[in-house]
């Protein structure tokens, strides 16, 4: 179930196969759906310069002031560079939360599945994934409004409530991101990592404050976008008569005359999207329908390993170096 792909995402390094996706769709059960990825993530790891930082590097933090350097890792040390300590199973866990656009335009698809097929698969495999970790996870679908939350938990079962609602049928209403953010942030009080799912084909100015409103609770925010190849660009030859899935408005499109103008609205709403993700800290990566879903997992890994580099910079600036004093004076 593997093809050869170039990764395109300036985060990732490039890996010789990724998983079909077209293949993966085929499968009718979702968690078998979702730990096909997994498990193909793990091995792209170990063929990777990534190698040593799988599952066992979510089994890990990272040294800091005042910790007994006699916990250090010292042969993840060896591999890494970086100092890391074994967590207990008490801090192990911690919260994540799954936020899944259900609205009509994710009902979109040129392929042999839909945006919304491939949208639920990515939180099933990120569930399945985190879960691994022994993390909480939670979810929220939403449309207009919300449509289901379940609170995160670590516990037997959850993940299958989850997969359970991602499989439940939706309303396909049209979008509102701005309702569904505001009831997170008012229900989510504990510091979660929240990861929002959406083709965000809605105005960037309607993001900013639910957005902002989530990091000033000192959440981790990361957001991940799911298109259609079509919509990106344009990819049909002949004019059609185009239906507007939220609106029901239908309109004629000549390709031909409208791909430039078209093309450059779009890059210049996602390069809006990207600026707003860098002004407030929040972690972004767009992922094509036709693209590894194992993509969006190397990203946030990639942007794991980053917080926990930059935490540890910053943490040894402010004591003069003690983390890595401290720690090579007891190997």
């Keep these: 179930m593997a093809s050869s792909v170039t990764s395109t995402n300036n985060n990732t390094k490039t890996i010789d196969k990724w998983i079909d996706m077209a293949a993966l769709m085929r499968i009718k059960d979702m968690q078998l759906r979702a730990k096909s990825v997994v498990d193909g993530f793990h091995n792209g790891l170990h063929r990777s310069p990534l190698h040593g930082f799988s599952v066992e590097f979510s089994e890990y933090r990272p040294y800091s002031e005042g910790d007994d350097p006699r916990s250090i ?42 945006k919304i097929d491939y ?95 989530l990091r000033a609770r000192s959440h981790e925010v990361m957001l991940l976008r799911v298109l259609d190849p079509g919509e990106v660009d344009l990819g049909w030859s002949k004019a059609s008569m185009i239906l507007d899935l939220e609106s029901g408005r239908e309109m004629y499109v000549n390709p031909d005359t409208a791909r430039a103008s078209y093309q450059k609205k779009f890059n210049a709403h996602e390069q809006a999207l990207v600026e707003m993700c860098g002004q407030f800290g929040i972690g972004w990566t767009s992922l094509k329908t036709d693209e590894s879903i194992e993509l969006a997992l190397f990203d946030l890994l990639f942007r794991q390993q980053n917080a926990g580099s930059r935490s540890s910079r910053a943490r040894s600036s402010r004591s003069g170096g003690a983390v890595r004093a401290s720690a090579g004076g007891s190997r």
Aim: glycine fraction near 2%.
């Design 73 to 114: 890792d010292w042969k993840l040390f060896a591999r890494s560079d970086r100092y890391y300590l074994k967590k207990f199973e008490d801090e192990t866990n911690r919260r994540c939360y799954l936020v899944v656009d259900q609205s009509k335009s994710m009902e979109f698809g040129s392929l042999e599945y839909k």
């Design 119 to 213: 949208a639920r698969t990515l939180a099933a495999t990120l569930a399945y994934y985190l879960t691994l970790q022994r993390d909480a996870v939670g979810l929220l679908t939403f449309e207009a409004d919300v449509t289901e939350f379940l609170a995160a938990r670590f516990r037997p079962g959850q993940l299958k409530r989850i997969l359970s609602l991602l499989e439940k049928p939706s309303q396909s209403t049209s979008t509102d991101l701005q309702r569904p953010l505001a009831h997170l942030a008012d229900m989510v009080r504990q510091r979660s990592l929240i990861l929002i799912v959406s083709d965000f084909l809605v105005p960037v100015e309607s993001l900013r404050q639910p957005l902002s409103y």
